[in-house]
């Protein structure tokens, strides 16, 4: 019966205290380490078995686990809570080192009416593991519950102590602080403000309701009521441009409260910015007052942003002078050269624009160089083809198919586009709905995956044809009987730049230049290899029928990316079909067609995409979980599982830098498990970012006696197919988002992996933005594995603090015993344990210690 019993019940995942006892709490990555783990045996048992034989668990070991399911039992289906707390608190007096289970065991109590009870078992669990912040917090979350706030505030205070950085405690605390804060107690503000920064500076999540309260509690109660009003005024204002439907009834707020702000201190100059962007913002707006706005914009001296939309407001109105002064006196004022970006593609047009055309490249040349990956390098490059098109920068970027030479900047090409431009009426360089154009395309390339030396320019062209087209060099084209269609067929809808319809289009376009259609035309090709023929302006916007499909397709999802609604596009032709009909034997397919497919791609592959990223997030999940309880076969499964979600992703979509990092991951991951039985990684003797920090990886070194063969080890490793896919996909990645440094740190690991510790060195030189205890630990692992312990010792010794430092700890002791500092290493160890009393990696220190 036992036997049958104990396979039957489905062994549910044990939890924190998450009910009356905790609340909302969550368990960190340190509270879901493994619950059971491969116990040891002794010698004599070991030399009675065979050769190379696993280690079973130990009886204490199985009775432990017997009465953790028994106890599940009684807690879920028989709602036996007496006998459900008898069997976990007997399973908790066999390994106190077990907080989850003696969690449970208290909200038995708690389940069944013994508050009391629930009380004494948390602080058995807090005894037993003074160094966790995972039991005194739990214990605290009880005592809010029960009304003991001064208890709470001490075990939340005990928590903190050993973890700061735990944003829950910090919660809990600020909670319990702002209800006597509330009743008039000054006393608390200060550490009421600790508690707030605390929690803001650690949250994992830094969206929802939840955040947003604690920063405008934070704005309050340090800023007083001008604080909030600022704080107030910003959220207003950001919102005034998300919110399509009321954009003048957020800019009223924000101005209300900036206005506040402004009487409480008149000269506060964030407050005289926003004064300035709202009065210069939205033309329909009753607060739009050029002349205000420029007073406001002089009265922030020291904001970048507010000179150079003060050189802009005189630009226009054709003060050179005066905008140049601005222009420069934002670069002067800004702290750091790449916020100056802005200001010196600004002062570049005001040059172009007044013919100085050596001062204007010189300037959009440097803002280039300044952030060549953001949406103002696109800007530069784009304002520098207008004036020098001959420039080794915008040749670099003019690069398409297998056509050569610079055709762009030739007199045949240029004659062409003089011409298609003309059939259209011109160019009207002071169209109102230029300005709108220019925001949407900026808003696409700046969250899209746009390849940084895509030059996109747009015109509006002075023609009642209903017409919107791109041409091969970049120039998109907008006639002004397309505005007049969108106005007559959505007349409730202004054009600005959150105008959906508009942006379906911009994308679609956009789309044409960045995937070449018109360049992959054999017609397009043909002529322009043609050196002696006239380049005939319809050539210039010849597509396919597939051209078009695929543009839509991609064109929905770089509008969706940017915020746009998916169905922009698609109302766009519904309003067309209604009124015109293309004949299927033109080159652009039906309106019906394009609706038909849209809706199908949207409904099916797109959504179908997303859900495979959650899929691929999740199955990640459970695979971590797997290799905590050691089940090496499911992780290996469901990383698999991984894989493919993240696969499906990226053939549907254009893939995104994260999608390409995890799935690099997950690769690296599979890599690294078909590595853990083998003696020729470092990956599986060091603790890492991707090191296996579970029983499965250790298991089978330690088995195998792996520390009596390191660093003879002469056998060549066979590299897994995995990591080779994984070290290939990170690559692809960074060759797209060079400054991706995530990926590039991946990259490093994977090396690592490897054996490739010249490579790796070279990758990790170039890693900017990862934490440097992370970067610490990679180098230090290369030194070791390179044979000099003095400098791995020292790269440990750099990250032993922070996140890293668990890992800085083990490492540090590793690195001592290889370079036979016998005392040293094993005092390392000892104070390794003592510090980090559970986990699979304290077994290993302890079986090394014990070795030495």
Known sequence: MKRTFSRGVRVVAVTALSLAVVGSYTPDAEARAPEIQIAKVTKKKAKKGKKGAKKGPSKKELKRRRLVHMGQYFFLHEKNYKQAFKNYSKAFKLDKTQIKIGILAARAKMRDGDKKGAEKMLKKVAKANPKSHIAWRALGAYQVEVAKKEDAAKSFKKALELKPRDADSHRYLYDMLLAKAIKGDRTVLKELVVHLEGYLKNARYTRGRHYARAERLLAKFKGGDLGLAIHDGKVAYKKAWNDRRSINAKMKVAHGKFSQCLKMKPGMQVCHFYMGLIQNSVKASQYYNVEKAKASFKKAPNFVHAWVELGIILRKGDDTAGAEKAFKKSIAVASQPRFGQRAHVELGILYKLDGQ???????????????????????????????????????????????????????????????????????????????????????????????????????????????????????????????????????????????????????????????????????????????????????????????????????????????????????????????????????????????????????????????????????????????????????????????????????????????GNNLGIGYAKLGVLALAKSKVSALNRWQTAFSVEQNLALAYKNLKGERRTR????????????????????????????????????????????????????????????????????????????????????????????????????????????????????????????????????DAAKKAMAQL
């Open 357 to 659: 055309d050596q001062k204007a490249v010189a300037m959009f040349e440097k803002g280039y160089n300044l952030n060549r990956y953001s949406s103002l390098a696109s800007r530069a490059l784009n304002e520098l083809a207008s004036v020098n098109p001959e420039h080794r920068l915008v040749i670099a970027a003019f690069r398409f198919g297998k056509l050569k030479g610079t055709i762009f900047a030739t007199e045949k090409y240029k004659g062409a586009m003089k011409a298609l431009e003309a059939r259209f009426g011109g160019v009207d360089n002071n169209a109102p709905e230029k300005v709108v154009l220019e925001t949407i395309m900026s808003r696409i390339v700046e969250h899209a995956d746009i390849p940084a030396d895509s030059t996109l320019n747009v015109q509006v062209l002075n023609s009642k044809i209903v017409n919107a087209f791109a041409a091969p060099n970049g120039n998109i084209y907008f006639t002004k009987g397309f505005f007049d269609f969108i106005r007559k067929s959505f007349p409730g809808k202004k054009i600005d730049a959150d105008h959906e319809v508009v942006a379906h289009v911009m994308a679609h376009e956009i789309t044409h230049v960045i995937r070449r259609h018109t360049l992959r035309s054999r017609v397009y090709r043909e002529a322009a290899r043609d050196a002696k023929s006239f380049l005939n302006p319809h050539v210039l916007t010849h597509v396919t029928r597939l051209h078009e499909i695929e543009a839509d397709r991609e064109g929905i999802v770089l509008a969706f990316l940017a915020g746009y609604h998916p169905r922009g596009g698609i109302k766009f032709m519904e309003e067309r079909g209604k009124k015109r009909e293309i004949p299927k034997h033109l080159s652009h397919p039906t309106y019906d067609e394009r609706i038909h497919f849209l809706e199908e791609y949207w409904s099916n592959d797109v959504k179908y995409a997303w859900m495979s990223f959650k899929f691929g997030l999740d199955a990640m999940e459970k695979a971590r979980k797997s290799e905590e309880s050691g089940n090496e076969r499911a992780a290996v499964k469901q990383y698999k599982d991984a894989v493919s979600h993240f696969q499906r992703f990226k053939a549907t979509l254009k893939s995104q830098k994260e999608v």
């Open 711 to 842: 660093g003879t080890e002469a056998r060549k490793m066979t590299i897994p197919h995995e990591l080779k896919k994984a070290r290939r996909i990170f690559k692809q990645t960074l060759q797209k988002f060079p400054k991706y440094s995530r990926a590039r740190f991946n990259l490093a690991v994977v090396h690592v992996a490897v054996g490739d510790y010249a490579k790796a060195k070279e990758a990790l030189a170039k890693v900017t933005g990862v934490p440097g205890g992370d970067v610490s630990i990679m180098k230090g692992v290369i030194e070791a594995e390179m044979k000099n312990y003095s400098g791995a010792l020292s790269h440990f010794k750099a990250a032993a603090k922070g996140s890293t430092a668990k890992a800085a700890a083990y490492n540090t002791a590793l690195a001592l015993a290889l370079s036979g500092k016998k005392p040293q290493a094993k005092a390392a160890y000892q104070a390794y344990v003592t510090k980090y009393p559970t986990g699979a990696w304290t």
